[in-house]
């Protein structure tokens, strides 16, 4: 998750968008990373990662509400 942060450490606004578009490959190899780590992390808790992440959306709505 570290790996994948320092892509978007220190850069903002169009530097962060150029960056983006130049580097997809390596911040897509590092999410994949997060992902493969998260879903053993799950499995082997026996964590509905689906089930887990509706209920957090939940949360975050209640805590964090739409301006509509």
Do not use: C, T
């Amino acid at each position: 998750a570290a790996e994948l942060g320092e892509h978007f450490q220190w850069k903002q606004g169009k530097e962060l968008d150029e960056y983006l578009q130049k580097n997809k490959g390596p911040i897509a190899d590092e999410l994949s990373d997060v992902l493969y780590h998260v879903l053993y992390i799950a499995r082997n808790l026996d964590i509905n990662i689906v089930s887990a992440f509706e209920e957090k959306m939940k949360k975050n709505a209640i805590k964090y509400p739409s301006k509509k």
